[in-house]
T-cell receptor, first 113, second 112 residues
Framework: EAQVTQNPRYLITVTGKKLTVTCSQN?????MSWYRQDPGLGLRQIYY???????DKGDVPEGYKVSRKEKRNFPLILESPSPNQTSLYFC????????????FGPGTRLLVL | GEDVEQSLFLSVREGDSSVINCTYT??????LYWYKQEPGAGLQLLTY?????DMKQDQRLTVLLNKKDKHLSLRIADTQTGDSAIYFC????????????FGSGTRLLVRP
């Protein structure tokens, strides 16, 4: 079954405590991305990756880092979380082309106190 | 500029058709997408249309694209209670980023 998994699903943390949200896909997709979803704003892209070792900033990259050491994994790192990073985060993978497919993870709800 | 807009809420009776509308501003977008988000879940890609098409039908779903007015719609025929969800439209550009620009979502409520 094609899927994108994220962990953890829920996280409460405090300002400044580094955290990592993992993302893994089993479709061998080259393109992966991270989004945050905030009320009334839809989804906004944080970072994306075209392939292994190729990452780039999206629209709202400040305060986030990513890495892509293997094709299947694309972790999101918050080195020093702040309350304005409280949000719902989604990882996604895409198979770009004429018959495009996209899969989103189930989301990670983060609260930074 | 990049901007995608949707109305916030739509309520329909079960069995009726639903039409969810979306407007976009960037005429260089190449693909336009519709997604469904159920409570507590990620987005599910429902369908997409290439910008040189006017219409695409997939079972109960019909997508209409009016490029002149930059207007996209999703029609759901014979709407069921299981269709209650938030629906997002998005556009993408075939530049090096393949970035998706999302609308803020339309909450569809299907009344029995």
């Amino acid at each position: 079954e094609a899927q994108v998994t994220q962990n953890p699903r829920y996280l409460i943390t405090v300002t400044g405590k580094k955290l990592t949200v993992t993302c893994s896909q089993n479709m061998n997709h080259e393109y992966m991305s991270w989004y945050r979803q905030d009320p009334g704003l839809g989804l906004r892209q944080i970072y994306y990756s075209m392939n292994v070792e190729v990452t780039d900033k999206g629209d709202v990259p400040e305060g986030y880092k990513v890495s892509r050491k293997e094709k299947r994994n694309f972790p999101l790192i918050l080195e020093s979380p702040s309350p304005n990073q409280t949000s719902l985060y989604f990882c996604a993978s895409r198979n770009l082309g004429e018959q495009e497919t996209q899969y989103f993870g189930p989301g990670t709800r983060l609260l930074v106190l | 500029g990049e901007d995608v807009e949707q109305s916030l809420f739509l309520s329909v009776r079960e069995g009726d058709s639903s039409v969810i509308n979306c407007t976009y501003t960037d005429s260089s977008s190449t693909y336009l997408y519709w997604y469904k988000q159920e409570p507590g879940a990620g987005l599910q890609l429902l369908t997409y249309i290439f910008s040189n098409m006017d219409m695409k039908q997939d079972q109960r779903l019909t997508v209409l694209l009016n490029k002149k007015d930059k207007h996209l719609s999703l029609r759901i025929a014979d709407t069921q209670t299981g269709d209650s969800a938030i629906y997002f439209c998005a556009e993408t550009f075939m530049d090096s980023s393949y970035k998706l620009i999302f609308g803020s979502g339309t909450r569809l409520l299907v009344r029995p």
